[in-house]
């Protein structure tokens, strides 16, 4: 994960820059078009929120991970790479840098070696093979099939395969030297500098007998060809727009983030790529009027699990410790690869010692919200980077229909209209471009007709970018009040009046600030909820309790209550109980228990749910969330505990008091009646 040292991605666009395309933006322009004073090499797309294209059917599922170094996916990605293996999915893992870093491996304990970056490489990913190999069920130094891979652009990569009992995994290894000639960070670098060409290194042991070089559209071509190569159904990646985190030096390379940053500058720079890939692919398919792509993607927080309270339990956190011991290996090993047995600052467990706590939480970037449901009429979700619906056929859900808007981000708020529509929310990337380009978020509406901007509550562009899923709920006056996460870590809200009308952006009082990380700002899962007298109140986790802001009385804002549920590991979910009033459940840290309480911070007895991960409550009172072992589980009224053994991505929802329904590895939504 560690991989070399200096300036991280750009946080402000020249002041020339904002209003060029502020103005590109005002006149319908392509963004990407007006932001540079050259024609780049580049071919980025912009927006295209047409609907109505057709979409694949795959009737399959695969999983494809883009990763900077070797062990990110074991560290961010787990439990959940896990869980869809287990379930049969076919794992593709591409690493986009060697990790090569100083070129030292070294095992506590042992005497410190000479640098060597190949070598150390080739232990790395050695190290990989380990770990997918007891994924996979088999001994440890099972051998793999090693072989090179052609790639678009006649570039070559390493490709590893093993396949055992129908489960599958290939790793594509790039190789990116992550130390640009210039002793530069070269991934940031590729992203930012118009003429940065970066070269690979060649791996001891590997089939590859020569390096090569990206720039930043071959590496973005490479992505998309692996892409169309694979055509994977769920895809995962690290997180493009990390917290603002401000630190000191010393503490900023204790915590190894790059500058302002709360994350690792390569996890940050090769999202970029890997999302820039995912938009510039069903760009193509759009082009060429194929079939868009269906998939559903991820993207995963890195370094910023530092800063929050744990959620793993202690059986699921040993589950993902193993793995990364695997990999970690011992100097003391006959793994086969003379060049090392493993990245040996992660073995012998120091995952587990390690006071950072990375490996202790799995945290998405954009958390809930995968799938909307309307009753049991129809389902939504972001496939393919556009909104899809499926409608009730009698059976379950019919096929996929194309509504547009993309590309959008994972994640999607919704709230009911006094007619009884639907109106659903989201994040539009706007513009994600590297060489000095924008990178543009925008707040999105779709009415069931049309697609509405609704702006950002953050006026900087690199600020926007930090913004969350929206969130939205009906209040008893018919007003619909959408509720963001924004860079400070505090909550903006827009009110849309009961005649459809929008007011501006306006921050929610405190919570936020929280950009030096010591105080108590808040995580993105936010939870609004109208009580029994239709007064809204939203709840969001922090560091140390559950913030409460809630009206006072109809029509009113909403104000923050004084703290009085106890600390969080998992962002809460609040619900109306018969009574008219609130219950409030999520897991404490480090615990599969399950805290319900009012928002009192009285408890609620009698209410049970092991597992980890969100949990969610009905009437009734009706608990879901999910196992320990991963599989969806469902408290009914009765107080009997179901379980579903289908394939859940991300968090399932509740439809009424007797159905749950989900998004499955395919991409496609399932309904369980219980």
């Keep these: ?64 991970q883009f990763l900077a170094h070797p062990d990110d996916d074991l560290y961010f990605m787990n439990p959940d790479t896990r869980r869809l293996l287990e379930a049969g999915a076919p794992v593709v893992s591409v690493y986009v840098t060697a990790g090569e870093a100083n070129g030292i491996n070294h095992a506590p304990g042992h005497p410190r070696p000479e640098p060597d970056k190949n070598a150390y490489a080739s232990a790395r990913q050695q190290g990989l093979r380990q770990a997918y190999a007891t994924l996979l069920g088999l001994p440890k130094f099972t051998p793999w099939r090693r072989t090179v891979m052609e790639l678009r652009g006649g570039k070559r990569a390493e490709l590893n395969t093993l ?40 791996a001891d042991n590997s089939p590859l007998d020569r390096p090569s070089s990206y720039d930043y559209d071959e590496l973005v071509d490479a992505l998309v060809g692996l892409l169309d190569h694979y055509r994977p159904t769920v895809v995962q990646t690290l997180d493009p727009d990390p917290d603002i985190q401000r630190s000191t030096v010393r503490v900023r ?10 994350d690792h500058r390569d996890h940050t720079a090769v999202a970029c790529f890997s999302w820039a890939a995912l938009i510039r692919w069903v760009a193509e398919k759009s082009a060429a009027r194929q079939p868009l792509p269906r998939f559903t993607a991820t993207a995963f927080r890195g370094y910023y699990n530092r800063h929050w309270p744990k959620n793993l339990p202690e059986s699921v956190l040993q589950e993902k410790a193993e793995t990364l011991f695997a990999y970690g290996g011992d100097p003391d090993w006959e793994c086969g690869n003379p060049a090392g047995c493993g990245d040996y600052s992660v073995g012998q467990g120091r995952p587990l010692t390690n006071y950072k706590g990375w490996a202790r939480s799995t945290n998405y970037r954009y958390p809930g919200g995968e799938l909307v449901v309307d009753g049991t009429r129809a389902a939504y979700a972001v496939a393919g980077l556009r909104l899809v619906r499926w409608r009730a056929d009698g059976t379950g859900w019919g096929a996929p229909e194309d509504l547009g808007g993309g590309p959008l981000a994972p994640g999607l708020g919704h709230a009911a209209t006094e007619d009884g529509g639907q109106l659903l929310f989201a994040v539009r990337i706007a513009s994600l471009v590297g060489h000095g380009g924008a990178n543009l978020r925008e707040v999105v509406q779709y009415d069931g007709r049309a697609w509405t901007s609704l702006g950002n509550p953050e006026r900087l562009p690199d600020r926007g970018r930090r913004i969350g899923v929206p969130v939205a709920v009906t209040a008893g006056d018919g007003s619909v009040h959408l509720f963001v996460r924004n860079a400070a870590k505090s909550v903006s809200t827009r009110v849309r009046d009961p005649r459809g009308r929008w007011g501006p952006w306006r921050g929610l009082a405190g919570p936020g600030g929280d950009v030096m ?48 549920m106890p600390a969080p590991g998992t962002p809460p979910h609040a619900f109306l109980r018969p009574d008219g009033s609130l219950g409030v459940v999520y897991r404490a840290p480090h615990s599969p228990g399950l805290v319900a309480v009012r928002p009192d911070g009285s408890p609620l007895p009698g209410l049970a749910l092991q597992g980890y991960g969100p949990v969610a409550g009905g009437p009734g009172p009706v608990l879901l969330g999910r196992g320990e072992r991963g599989e969806v589980r469902l408290r009914d009224a009765g107080g009997r505990t179901r379980r579903h053994q289908g394939v859940c991505v991300g968090t399932p929802v509740l439809v009424g008091a007797g159905a749950v329904a989900g998004l499955g590895a395919d991409a496609a939504p399932w309904l369980w009646r219980t």
């Design 1 to 64: 994960m560690h991989s070399g040292t200096g300036p991280g991605l750009p946080g402000r666009l020249p002041r020339r820059t904002l209003l060029t395309a502020a103005t590109a933006a005002a006149a319908g322009l392509p963004l990407a078009a007006c932001t540079v004073p050259a024609a780049p090499r580049r071919r980025d797309p912009g927006p295209d929120p047409a609907p109505g294209r057709p979409i694949s059917l795959t009737g399959r599922s695969l999983l494809m």
């Design 163 to 202: 396949a055992h009992g129908g489960l599958r995994a290939e790793l594509v290894f790039l190789n990116l030297s992550v130390i640009s000639p210039r002793n530069r960070p070269s991934l940031p670098a590729l992203w930012t500098d118009r003429g940065m060409r970066q070269r690979t290194l060649v």
């Design 253 to 262: 390379s204790k915590d190894s983030e790059q500058p302002g940053y709360s």
């Design 517 to 564: 990380g010591d105080g108590d700002g808040i995580q993105d899962g936010l939870s609004a909820v109208v009580d029994g007298q239709g007064l809204v109140h939203l709840l969001a986790a922090a560091r140390k309790s559950v913030r409460h802001w809630a009206q006072p009385s109809p029509g009113g804002p909403l104000a923050l209550r004084p703290p009085a």
